[in-house]
């Protein structure tokens, strides 16, 4: 438990948004879908892209201050490679481990960012794989994988060496219907986002259910196909509520405080790039981005208003325990850090 | 006497479900029969709720699928709606008015748009055609597609004025110059909201730095021309509203979408541009139609109620006439096949090969859209349907195509199946076709230089089934399996 003062009317503020739509290649994502975040503050931001643009898929490693570092991995099925990134995690020793829900494996790489390792064997039993969607590391440096399509979690040594689960289908407490996400806290429950049950549910560090929050709606609280959890160093919850387009911060006990919509600016990326293209600038320069769409549609919605999320699939908090919400729909994220209000 | 009335009506109804739907078989024609022709044409008609499509599991497993700015998933994802859909006119209709009010991401880039407009189609495709023409006009696909963000208060742009009186309501002959450019008037200030930065991220193909934005329609009042015009012979204050108003009472406008439904899903007509000067195939049904749309104060259903139940339409001499388009070919095989999956890449592949084919959906050749008829037939393209066809029934484990084999074994008599017998049931479950003779005997010639099919052993049943979808598979690549 963190010794820290502990924030008593918590408000969340904008910082600053990183990314770049890099559909044809070089400084940026496309489609990222999972991003992780390295000891000495490198970030790495798995690019899903799409079977006609293959060329971005891999890892980028990027940092807050817009630096770029390159990318690990590329598309294919070799020692390295990857067809359908899903999630990305790191260990004790800055290793990184990445989730293929296409190839049913998990990949590793060392902190030098060259591949060292694979394994996962497809299918239902124990110890099997069927569309990793969620990794994080445990206390003692073992990996959860949350195993989507069996309902399940289940626990792995760094080799792959299957040592437990638990889950199975259903609504009921303790089971889940396609999880997503997962997250450990600083006291070792683990949070799972129990997607297509429109919920989070807290388990033990066995895997024994302890508490629930979240309903299906687009109300305070409630969750459409929340995709991540995150869970600061004071016990508050962020999730992205995927298909409302949102991220909910939530105190310790679940309730709700309160939700962002996004407000993402250009990145220097970005900016560079409008330098660039003055004619795109020009008409750029009139550009209303946001106004009232009429639509009761959150994605319709994001699809319209750049500045607001679109697919937040992931929330990832630092050292510091600023948040990075990740949008697949934007090819970047956006930075916000807790302040008392 | 019985069994060749019964034999007559379920081929009617087959003859329905070929045009109106994509093709029913097996159990789902017999539900048909069993509810009879006006029955079936209701439910088709009034079946109007909302798809459950998983759309959570589409986005989740094709991520660029939320965009859907990539024209290939956006083609994809409409074709899983029509194979799995429960409401099969209203596809059939939109995929209708895709044709007719023909806009495509070629130009527009963003598929969203475009998906948007679809989904435009489907949601008001068959109610009053005046209602249709009003969303149409504030569809900022087809804003962007015919530049009317570019049709300004002192500077007209008539491309959409000329469109809609051409192409979309009434057809050359029934206006004249001064029509178009009163019309592009009262269609200034039509336009998307920031029309300069969506204008510009279409022309120069760019969807950075964050992707692209989808469009919302606008009135931008200061650049609205609202001054007295006069169009088609009426006077005011008009403004895209009232221009639509004025069209749909004019009496050319529904025989023009009179002669279109009637080559959509009757007999095929000669090319719009033709329509001025050639009289339509059957004046008649044409009028019958347009009467309907009077009476109906413009409801497209209605239009559709009365085509459906006309001689006209189920005349045998219009049978087996129309060639299917591609949309139709693919989308009919793959309801047929059943077990689509979301998470499978097979409807992305569906889509390259529609559009293999000769019909690139989102994105027709021009506003005048695909003509259809022969023109989709070509040595290439035929040789596209019948690969198709031929995969298709490659997997015999795919449920609707287990379900035909399963069927066509059931007409086994004694345990065995001739080689005449595999043949008539071939064609009777894939449809009731309606083979010439030199298409029959062409496959029973194939048929013969096997033995009689039985059914005895573990063996025989594999190697029966074997050549029972090898049949399926000729019947597939016969001419008449291309006809609707």
Known sequence: MSTSTVTQKPELEYLDTVGFVADQGGRGFHLPVDMAIRSDGRIYVASRSHYQSVNIIGIQIVSIKHEFFGQVGSHGSGDGQMISPSALAIDNNDRLYLADDVLQRITVYDKTNTYTNKWGTAGSADGEIDGPSGLVFDSDNNLLIVDHKNHRVQRFTTDGYFLGKFGSLGMRDGQFDHPWGITVDAENYIYVADWRNDRIQKFTNDGYFVSKFGRSGNGPGEFNRPSNVAVDSEGFIYVTDWGNQRVQMMAPNGTFILELRGQ????????????SNADEAMARSTYVPVYDTGSDDPNEISARIEPYFWDPVTVVLDNKDRLHVLETGRHRFQIYSKFDG | MTTLASKQNTSLIAHLLRRASFGAYGEDLERYVCQGYEATVDELLNSLGNDNIPYDLIRRYHVEQSTLRNQTSARALWIYRMATTRYPLKEKMTLFWHRVFATSAAKLINARPMVNQIDMFREHGMGRFNNLLIHLSKNPAMLMWLDNQDNHKNAINENYAREILELFSMGVGNYTETDIKECARAFTGWTVVNPAYMSIKMRNNTARPYGYMSWQFNIDEKDHDDGVKTFLGETGNFNGEDIVEIICKQDATPRFIARHLYHFFVADEVPVP???????????????????????????????RVLFNSDFFKSDEVRFTRIKSPAELVIGMLRMAGGLKVASYETYESA???????????????VEGWQGGDEWINTGTYAERVNFASKMFDDTDRPGIRSLIDRIKAAAISGVLTPRQLVDACLETLGHIAASDNTRNGLLARAETETDLNFDTEEAITESEKKIATMLQLVASTQEFQLA
Do not use: H
């Open chain 1, 264 to 275: 993402a600016t250009l990145s220097p990326w970005a900016t560079e790039y409008l330098e």
């Open chain 2, 352 to 366: 390259d090969v529609c559009s293999f084919m000769g019909q690139e959906l989102l994105s027709p050749p021009s």
């Open chain 2, 274 to 304: 033709q329509w001025p000067y050639t009289k339509p195939r059957n004046p008649d049904a044409i009028e019958e139609l347009a009467r309907s749309y009077r009476d109906s104060s413009y409801d497209i259903s209605a239009m559709l």
